[in-house]
């Protein structure tokens, strides 16, 4: 199964059998003072050089987001999007939990790219979101991810983690939205609260490849909150997780595409390993 999305210039597919594609966490002011301020005064350069800095890294597609305190989201959501667009070729994954924010980004993105294909982040199984984010996803034709939350919260276990994400598809294909175009994210939560918690996750990512043959991503660092060393933690569930299905997670790349790159190796992603060859000498010249 595949998922494609485009910029005006540039095409990412997804699918199991390709290398894990990199969605850049960067752009979202979410514990990020500095963004946070810098978009309360409309000030859109610093999402300008983390478009450019992750790029350069190796993340595939952005994550914009500009949901913080004060921000005007319908009008400056478009302004971040277009930037990002005129500044890299790579995708964008329009990232807002309000709705009039999402459709007027999407504007944008179709009046730059006609026949591009952005990624929404997000809908899940809630049935206010269902009907506020589905129809935009279905006029636009974009991708969407799928959170596997509901009008219940985030299920505990990995059972009903899939039947949410089972009812995003059904609702999706009812109108017109193609399987391959919805992105199921199982939800990490931290470890440092609940022990079990990246196991549950674990193993409704595994039940959601296997039942539902779906794409994935995931927001990997939330399992680390609270505890010491965080990286390593974060690497060593975004293994994990790639080995069960995730195949395009949302992360900053900078700090785990060398994981990300290993875990392709190690699953017969990359052959001759020629990706993580290539990735050592680009670092080993910085």
């Known amino acids: 199964m595949e998922t494609i999305l485009k910029s005006a210039q540039k095409t990412i597919i997804i699918s199991p059998m390709r290398p894990t594609v990199l969605i850049g966490e960067r752009i979202n002011p979410t514990g990020k003072k500095r963004l946070a301020a810098a978009l309360a005064a409309g000030d859109l350069d610093i999402v300008r050089q983390e478009a450019l800095a992750q790029v350069e890294v190796g993340a595939d597609v952005l994550d914009v987001n500009v949901g913080a305190a004060g921000v005007d989201e319908v009008a400056l959501l478009p302004k971040a999007v277009r930037l990002v667009m005129e500044t890299v070729d790579a995708p964008v994954c329009i990232d807002s939990a309000n709705p009039e924010a999402l459709r007027a980004a999407l504007v944008t993105y179709r009046h730059l790219a ?33 959170l596997t939350m509901d009008d219940d919260g985030i299920p505990p276990t990995p059972d009903k983690r899939l039947a949410v ?46 039942e539902l043959g779906v794409n994935m991503t995931l927001g990997a660092s939330n399992v680390s909150f609270g505890l010491p060393d965080r990286e390593v933690i974060n690497w060593a569930l975004l293994a994990m997780a790639i080995q069960n299905g995730v195949n395009c997670p949302i992360v900053d790349v900078a700090k785990v595409r060398p994981a990300i790159l290993a875990a392709d190796l190690l699953l017969g992603r990359d052959d001759y390993a020629q990706r993580y060859v290539k990735a050592y000498r680009q670092r080993s010249k910085k």
């Open 114 to 146: 006609p026949e591009g294909k952005p990624l929404i982040n997000s809908v899940n199984g809630e049935e206010a979101r269902l009907k506020a984010v589905l129809p935009l996803v279905a006029e636009y034709k974009t991708a969407v991810i799928g």
């Open 165 to 210: 994400a089972c009812k995003i598809v059904e609702r999706a294909e009812a109108l017109g939205i193609p399987r391959e175009d919805v992105l199921i994210d199982c939800l990490a939560l931290t470890v440092g609260a609940d022990s079990r918690a990246a196991l549950v996750t674990l193993e409704a990512i595994r039940l959601v490849r296997q």
